[in-house]
């Protein structure tokens, strides 16, 4: 089964700093990968995803994420934090042979004022 | 367009019990998974439905099982219910794509949280 790591179950930021989260999937090809936030007793709702077309992926609310194989790494990012960016993150991959979607444990982004 | 609703939003048993959870689809999505969230963890596949079959299930024991109806809403039962059940239930849909597994995309509701005592 193809996984996904997410490094650091917890980051804090200050407002208008960088958000980098950090997700290595898995894979010996690459996969489809998604990342997802959910706000609290909320559904996830979908950020962003890479399907094998271009490596740098932009997606709601700022965010984007770049493909990088040699590292297997999708790691998020968002060059400015705003408060509203406050949630749980995950990092998800789908399979390419069972299509079954496998989601990280989760990142919670803390934002300081 | 409406989304993916799920009833219901809390729910409290006991060991040994059965429980249901029902779950509508996005309009337009014929595919629907369902997957359980502990506590600090990240959602776990536990089976996908696609024309009332299930199509995929991941590491989880027959005492949970599904339904899909035809308008492609569908239904999450758990007989037997232990301690390590509770968790928040998430139902999600697709819209048709790459046959019988959905498009790539996964459009989740607010989830049914489930405790047992």
């Known amino acids: 089964a193809q996984s996904v790591t997410q490094l650091g179950s917890h980051v804090s930021v200050s407002e208008g700093a960088l958000v980098l989260l950090r997700c290595n999937y898995s894979?010996?090809?690459?996969?489809?990968l998604f990342w997802y936030v959910q706000y609290p007793n909320q559904g996830l709702q979908l950020l962003l995803k890479?399907?094998?077309?271009?490596?740098l992926v932009k997606g709601i609310n700022g965010f984007e994420a770049e493909f990088k194989k040699s590292e297997t790494s999708f790691h998020l990012t968002k060059p400015s934090a705003h408060m509203s960016d406050a949630a749980e993150y995950f990092c998800?991959?789908?399979?390419?042979?069972?299509?079954?979607?496998?989601f990280g444990t989760g990142t919670s982004l803390t934002v300081i004022p | 367009e409406t989304g993916v609703t799920q009833s219901p939003t809390h729910l409290i048993k006991t060991r040994g019990q059965q429980v249901t959870l029902r779950c509508s689809s996005q309009?337009?999505?014929?595919?629907v998974s369902w997957y359980q969230q502990a506590l600090g963890q990240g959602p776990q596949f536990i089976f996908q439905?696609?024309?009332?079959?299930?199509?995929g299930r991941g590491n989880f024991p027959p005492r949970f099982s599904g339904l899909q109806f035809p308008n492609y809403s569908s239904e999450l039962n758990v007989n037997a219910l232990e301690l390590d059940d509770s968790a928040l239930y998430l139902c999600?849909?697709?819209?048709?794509?790459?046959?019988?597994?959905?498009?790539?995309?996964?459009?989740f509701g607010a989830g049914s949280r489930l405790t047992v005592l």
């Open positions: 999600a849909s697709s819209p048709p794509g790459q046959g019988a597994f959905g498009a790539n995309v996964l459009t």
């Open positions: 894979s010996s090809v690459p996969p489809y």
């Open positions: 890479y399907t094998s077309a271009a490596t």
């Open positions: 998800a991959v789908r399979g390419l042979v069972d299509n079954q979607f496998y």
């Open positions: 309009s337009g999505h014929n595919t």
């Open positions: 439905y696609y024309r009332e079959e299930e199509n």
